[in-house]
């Protein structure tokens, strides 16, 4: 069954403001993109989630755009500094009491050279084989990511990819 064409699993909609949680992270810089676009999105979304909350301010519904996203970062592009981050994210989601009764989000911005406009991303494989070095000179090929789950294994979302691309536009 293709990605987008299935319903999420768990409802978000909801009348909790605090029910939801976003997690964004985007790369620095890569190979021959030194200045990362994602770095730049990332850095204004974190801009606006300080400054709403420093000032308490909040659009005319009761809810500030920036409200529900709990941590915004920046990540290194290397293989290490990823696993390293992500560990500290989630100690922080605990620490800041998140893990439990809330949906989490994660969105993740990359970089695609050869893009010329905006891609959601519904597949993931388990397979970490870099086309070029990471930022600390590591390139493994072939190596499982997760030692769970069969190297290449096709991971999917649930999202309604598709759908959620067409409200984009």
Do not use: W
Not at 9 to 22: G, H, L, M, Q, Y
Not at 110 to 119: D, P, R, T, W
Not at 126 to 134: G, L
């Amino acid at each position: 069954m293709e990605a987008d064409t299935i319903s999420p699993k768990v409802p978000i909609e909801t009348d909790d403001d605090n029910a939801i949680s976003f997690v964004v992270t985007g790369f620095g810089r890569f190979g021959n993109i030194n200045e990362n676009p994602t770095s730049t999105i990332v850095n204004y979304l974190e801009s606006q989630r300080k400054e709403e909350e420093e000032e308490g301010k909040e659009q005319a519904s009761g809810r500030g755009h920036s409200k529900k996203i709990s941590i915004c970062r920046i990540i290194k592009t290397g293989a290490m500094d990823v696993t390293n981050d992500l560990d500290e994210i989630t100690e922080s989601l605990k620490t800041k009491g998140l893990i439990r009764g809330k949906h989490l989000v994660f969105i993740h911005f990359g970089v695609n050279y050869k893009a010329s406009a905006f891609q959601l991303e519904s597949t993931a494989f388990n397979d970490a084989s870099f086309r070029i070095p990471d930022e600390n000179g590591y390139q493994p090929k072939n190596i499982q990511i997760d030692d769970e789950i069969p190297l290449r294994e096709r991971l999917s979302t649930s999202l309604n990819v598709r759908k959620l691309c067409t409200e984009m536009e």
